[in-house]
């Protein structure tokens, strides 16, 4: 079975506004020519709202069947969770990326960065694997970078990465 060790995985975590999604932009620009497989998990607590009420597919999921919906160059898989606790797809996720960012989820057990937030100077307390915290106010993409390929340099089953 496959935990968030084995993976080239890292939590990007912080509060709302802390600036998660602009770094992960940063991030997927910097990466971009590499040939990488990224995946990003996003945490949404407000929910997912991917269809429209009353399309076919929001009607067959609401009906009980998980939907693939394909289009022209992409795909999204709606599934129910049969859980309260939502556990990541590990297997998957190695299988299938040369990178994992982990938007949010600051309760898993990962190693992750957390953004600081306006007046705000440390993680809250109990946040743990805490491999790095970065200012509101300083060079964030600079700093996650080496943290990134230290990642990305370990063994982490079969890579997709163009050579």
């Known amino acids: 079975m496959t935990t968030f060790d084995d993976l080239p ?5 912080g509060w709302s506004g802390a600036g998660k999604t602009t770094l992960l932009e940063q991030i997927l620009r910097h990466f971009a020519g590499r040939g990488l497989r990224i995946a990003i998990v996003k945490h949404d607590v407000h929910g997912i ?8 597919s929001d009607r067959l999921f609401r009906a009980g069947a998980d939907v693939l919906l394909q289009g022209p160059g992409e795909g999204f898989l709606r599934v129910h969770r049969t859980t309260t606790d939502w556990v990541l797809p590990l297997d998957f996720l190695a299988e299938r990326y040369d990178l994992v960012l982990v938007e949010g989820h600051k309760d898993m057990p990962m190693r992750k960065v957390w953004l600081l937030s306006d007046g705000e100077t440390e993680p809250p307390a109990g946040a743990q694997r805490v491999a790095a915290v970065l200012p509101r106010d300083g060079e964030r993409l600079a700093a ?17 990465a163009a050579p």
């Open 9 to 13: 995985l890292l939590g990007i975590c």
């Open 49 to 56: 709202e991917v269809d429209r009420p009353g399309k076919d």
């Open 144 to 160: 996650i970078v080496p943290i990134l390929e230290a990642i990305l340099a370990q063994p982490h089953g079969k890579s997709l």
